[in-house]
């Protein structure tokens, strides 16, 4: 009987996003330190931008004096930032090395290249939405406790849920930008790996 081919491999091999959505939490759910340690990171990256950004906003309001954010400050978020996206790759190419064994099995069992990348990715998005919505709110109560203290809660008050809105989906979108920068080199790395040469790595 003859072998299958490639392309008849393809329509055999399929994984839907929600089993895929199933396996990323599964996989989160078993590292656990490495996955709060990666939402931390981009929560702490997105929190800082919050503040900023949120600053701005407030001072906008406070029309009785000329403040304004310093652009030095929005250097430090961007680097900030940077630094999350080298910490958060760093610890991906870690998990790949790790998961080694786990991809060779996956790939001796039919999964293709794209299954791999998918998962990763799946992954790291979930991961930067935990950690953009956690950044939001921590560094929007440091904001309003800060520029409350500092110009008075009424100029606070007066930032409009639109505005809030805005931020909220810049915080996210940025956090999310940052994991799959993170996550696009371990991803294909990933993918690339030989289910022989895997079994080989030992961590």
Same mark, same amino acid.
């Given at each position: =009987?003859?072998?299958?081919?490639?392309?008849? &491999? @393809?329509?055999? %091999?399929?994984?839907?996003?929600?089993?895929?959505?199933? +396996?990323?939490?599964?996989?989160?759910?078993?590292?656990?330190?490495?996955?709060?340690?990666? !939402?931390?990171?981009?929560?702490?990256?997105?929190?800082?931008?919050?503040?900023?950004?949120?600053?701005?906003?407030?001072?906008?309001?406070? &029309?009785? @004096?000329?403040? #304004?954010?310093?652009? /030095?400050? /929005?250097?430090?978020?961007?680097?900030?930032?940077?630094?999350?996206?080298?910490? !958060?790759?760093? *610890?991906?190419?870690? @998990?790949?090395?790790?998961? #080694?064994?786990?991809?060779?099995? =996956?790939?001796?069992? $039919?999964?293709?290249d794209r299954h791999i990348l998918l998962l990763f990715f799946t992954e790291s998005t979930v991961m930067?939405? @935990? $950690?953009?919505?956690? $950044?939001?709110?921590?560094?929007? =109560?440091?904001?309003?406790? &800060? /520029?409350?203290?500092?110009? $008075?809660?009424?100029?606070?008050?007066? %930032?409009?849920?639109?505005? +809030?809105?805005?931020?909220?989906?810049? *915080?996210?979108m940025v956090a999310f930008a940052i994991s799959i920068s993170a996550t696009v080199y371990p991803a /294909?790395?990933a993918a690339n790996a030989r289910p022989t040469e895997a079994f080989k790595v030992e961590v």
């Amino acid at each position: =009987m003859p072998e299958p081919t490639g392309k008849e &491999t @393809a329509k055999k %091999v399929s994984l839907s996003i929600g089993e895929t959505f199933d +396996l990323s939490l599964k996989s989160i759910r078993r590292r656990p330190i490495k996955a709060t340690y990666n !939402i931390a990171t981009v929560a702490l990256g997105t929190s800082f931008l919050t503040f900023i950004t949120l600053g701005s906003i407030v001072f906008r309001q406070y &029309t009785e @004096a000329f403040i #304004s954010i310093e652009a /030095y400050q /929005y250097w430090l978020a961007f680097i900030s930032l940077l630094l999350c996206v080298m910490s !958060i790759a760093s *610890s991906m190419t870690i @998990a790949v090395l790790e998961r #080694s064994k786990e991809i060779g099995i =996956m790939k001796c069992m $039919g999964a293709l290249d794209r299954h791999i990348l998918l998962l990763f990715f799946t992954e790291s998005t979930v991961m930067s939405l @935990a $950690g953009g919505i956690l $950044g939001f709110l921590f560094g929007s =109560m440091i904001a309003v406790v &800060t /520029y409350g203290l500092q110009l $008075g809660f009424d100029v606070v008050s007066r %930032v409009s849920p639109l505005e +809030l809105l805005s931020l909220f989906g810049l *915080s996210v979108m940025v956090a999310f930008a940052i994991s799959i920068s993170a996550t696009v080199y371990p991803a /294909y790395k990933a993918a690339n790996a030989r289910p022989t040469e895997a079994f080989k790595v030992e961590v």
